[in-house]
Nanobody
């Protein structure tokens, strides 16, 4: 199984940018569909973005389209989430997750198998 460690969170003002990284240990992250989720206080955890095993397909929740970009850095066994034009409503704990699928070009929104511990992102107005 893979262990996932997130980094890059923090606090930023509205309109700013942050870059989250998720590094895999124990397995290559290319063995998995990789996703980012978030959970705001008092809310359920929601899917934010995902990337297929070969990196050719991505998926985003509607509220982040055009602002967030998910991509793989295979040399570092890492998946990154570049977040631009951040809004206060993006404030949440962000989780990296991995889904075991055989398809190389599929992006999951549910039923992920492995999770990181989460990292906090705070956007102030």
């Amino acid at each position: 199984q893979v262990q996932l460690i997130e980094s890059g969170g923090g606090s930023v003002q509205a309109g700013g940018s942050l870059r989250l990284s998720c590094t895999g240990f124990g397995r290559f992250v290319t063995d998995y569909v990789m996703g980012w989720f978030r959970q705001a206080p008092g809310m359920e955890r929601e899917f934010v973005a995902g990337v297929s095993r070969v990196g050719t397909s991505t998926d985003y929740t509607e509220s982040v389209k055009g602002r967030f970009t998910v991509a793989r850095d295979n040399a570092k066994n890492t998946v990154v989430l570049q977040m631009n034009s951040l809004k206060p409503e993006d404030t949440a704990v962000y989780y990296c997750a991995a889904d075991r699928v055989t398809s190389l070009d599929y992006v999951s929104r549910t039923d992920y198998d492995y999770w990181g511990h989460g990292i906090r992102v705070t956007v102030s107005s």
